[in-house]
């Protein structure tokens, strides 16, 4: 059997696969990253959408020997200890689920899209999310969240204003 080394959100690993295993089930079930769902297993759905070198791939079209050498994020990889990711919190703030099972991989496009257009449109929004399906809601919310989420990762990478320090003298006594 094939060895692979692949990092996985941030933690590197060397695993014997099948050469037929796909990456999600190398994910699930070898790795423990259950946050990424198994849709349809077709990639057909987007539900397994994880990001594999910085771009955004369905891990059930992918074999875990193609990941070779790469390195995977999954949604349980965007968090910060207990902060979660700008995405993570405008899913929630806009109410962007009803299931919540398309949510992980919703959220890792949306993510890849903003790497290509940082404000992007409604329409912009619904194109790039095309390939993912959520089957509970009118995409209403996800589009909302997505540009809500776009801002606050603009705002959090934008420049911050810094200020000379300013010295006071103490009054005399």
Not at 28 to 56: E, Q
Not at 85 to 107: N, S
Not at 134 to 144: A, D, E, M, P
Request: with cysteine; net charge negative; glycine share 10%.
């Amino acid at each position: 059997m094939p060895r692979i080394t692949v990092s996985v959100d941030g933690v590197t690993y060397e695993e014997e696969v099948e050469p037929r295993l796909l990456l999600v089930h190398l994910l699930r079930d070898r790795l423990g990253k259950t946050g990424t769902p198994i849709g349809c297993d077709t990639g057909n759905c987007g539900a397994c959408t994880v990001t594999l070198d910085g771009r955004s791939a369905k891990s059930c079209s992918v074999l875990a020997v193609q990941a070779d050498g790469s390195e995977v994020v999954t949604i349980e990889g965007l968090a910060r200890g207990q902060e979660w990711h700008p995405m993570q919190e405008a899913f929630h703030a806009e109410h962007a689920l009803q299931c919540g099972y398309c949510t992980p991989g919703m959220i890792m496009a949306a993510i890849d899209l903003l790497k290509d257009d940082p404000d992007p449109s409604e329409e912009a929004v619904r194109r790039g999310l095309e390939g993912n399906l959520c089957r509970c809601t009118g995409y209403s919310n996800i589009v909302r969240a997505v540009q809500r989420g776009a801002r606050e990762m603009a705002r959090q990478e934008a420049p911050r204003e810094t200020r000379p320090e300013t010295r006071q003298e103490a009054p005399a006594s």
